[in-house]
């Protein structure tokens, strides 16, 4: 080999080696992408991390601070969707492989769920909206299977209390009325409908009916309601939320005090105006009335039958 190869061929491998400390140097470490670490209020049920590309990776997750194998040889990096439980502060690791061999062991990454804490004697189910990961929990009341959280999926012309607070994530998006007119198939999930107020006036009778109903139905701790004598016993496991609403200026009210809900049933004295539940701190009773569409309130979906 002639002096001139030889330079080539050490140039090559010297570029090589370069490039390729280079991309050990560029991925120092594993991170956690999504969630990100000590992230709170997640309510998506994706995990994303960024690591060396190419390898095999195990994912450790669970509620312990040493968490246990959960998938083994994951060719991509982002697994979904995974069911997470409400009020619980995971843990994840992910180890790296190449041939079946250790290469790296990223540290322990950790996340909180949103706070809301349901009723521990009710039996209640999960289900993930593929539109976009998030992760609700349900129960069954008589034959009607509905949500014990408020919608939080992202149309045109909703929001979190105050826009986008993420701290009001817990209490879901404010949809405008007339988006009821507009794209009332879009809101909830396929397979899901917004409640007629028919629904909803069985779903009240089935614990108790319209006058005393809203203790049974609302979330009993002291963390989001404001204080009165009237007593939650969260009794139904159905964990109503005082989400407040947004009005026409766009300007945000009631949070802490009221909540309204949406029907899909349309009041026909008024254009474009459909029914809401509204439900308040000082009283137990619940009131049917016509909702405004130019205000913004929330929605629970129930399953199609």
Not at 3 to 22: G, R
Not at 51 to 75: H, M, N, R, V
Not at 154 to 160: A, E, K, Q, T
Request: aromatic share 16%; with cysteine; net charge positive.
């Amino acid at each position: 080999m002639d002096k001139k190869a030889k330079w080539f061929q050490f140039w090559v491998v010297l570029t090589f080696a370069i490039f390729s400390n280079n991309q050990i140097f560029a991925q120092k470490e594993i991170t956690a992408v999504f969630p990100p670490d000590g992230a709170s209020n997640v309510n998506i049920g994706i995990l994303k991390w960024s690591a060396q590309i190419g390898l095999k990776y195990d994912l450790y997750f669970g509620l312990s601070t040493d968490p246990e194998l959960f998938k083994s040889d994951i060719d991509t990096m982002e697994l979904k969707p995974i069911i997470l439980e409400l009020n619980k502060k995971y843990y994840w690791k992910i180890v790296e492989k190449k041939e079946g061999k250790v290469i790296r062991t990223s540290k322990i990454f950790t996340f909180s769920t949103l706070p809301i804490t349901l009723n521990s004697t009710v039996d209640y189910k999960s289900f993930v909206d593929l539109r976009d990961y998030k992760v609700y929990w349900t129960m069954t009341v008589g034959n009607k299977e509905w949500f014990v959280q408020n919608l939080d999926y992202d149309l045109p012309n909703n929001s979190w209390y105050h826009n986008t607070s993420e701290t009001n994530k817990i209490y879901g998006k404010l949809y405008l009325g007339q988006s009821l007119t507009t794209n009332p198939n879009d809101i909830c999930p396929e397979g899901w409908h917004i409640p007629t107020q028919q629904e909803w006036t069985e779903l009240i009778n089935a614990f108790g009916g319209i006058k005393t109903a809203g203790s049974s139905l609302k979330e009993k701790s002291d963390l989001y309601w404001r204080t009165s004598n009237n007593t939650r016993t969260n009794n139904s496991g159905f964990t109503i939320l005082p989400a407040g609403s947004r009005d026409s200026k766009p300007s945000f009210s009631n949070l802490g005090k009221y909540t309204f809900f949406w029907t899909s049933t349309p009041n026909p004295k008024i254009l474009n105006s459909f029914y809401t539940v509204n439900l308040g701190f000082m009283r137990d009773n619940i009131i049917l009335d016509a909702g405004d569409p130019a205000w913004s309130y929330s929605i629970r979906c129930v399953r199609d039958k």
